[in-house]
């Protein structure tokens, strides 16, 4: 899409993705008590990566990000432990769907601003 809409597009997959974590943080939720279950999460990596500002000042250097779209991928967490080798942690589980969450609704708040301001910039009010 045009530039007036680049930083919208990149709050909407950011918020794609945090939509997607909290399904598979559900999931793990939900399978507490399944033996032998093995916890998932999404990796994000341009997420991560985005925090830190990486330049490429010389041409030996290895390129921060070597791919225009950023990757999420889905791992297994953990070993397995306890009783029926299942290593879903619900505490931690929980605390994740709630960074998930309020990440999720940021993002859909900044959204909202931003199109608050485009509508103003359109219309005048």
Avoid: C, W
Avoid at 53 to 72: A, G, M, V
């Amino acid at each position: 899409m045009s530039e007036l809409f680049s930083h919208i597009d990149r709050l909407e997959e950011k918020a794609s993705y945090f939509l997607e974590r909290t399904k598979v943080i559900q999931s793990n939720i939900a399978n507490a008590d399944t033996p032998f279950y093995k916890p998932k999460d999404l990796v994000f990596e341009k997420v991560l990566t985005e925090q830190i500002k990486l330049k490429k000042t010389d041409p030996k250097h290895i390129d921060p990000f070597p791919e225009e779209r950023s990757s999420i991928k889905l791992v297994e967490q953990g070993k397995l432990t306890g009783y029926d080798q299942n290593q879903v942690n619900v505490e931690e589980e929980l605390a994740k769907l709630a960074e998930s969450s309020i990440m999720y609704k940021t993002l859909l708040e900044s959204m909202k601003k931003e199109m608050a301001k485009l509508k103003y910039a359109i219309t005048g009010r």
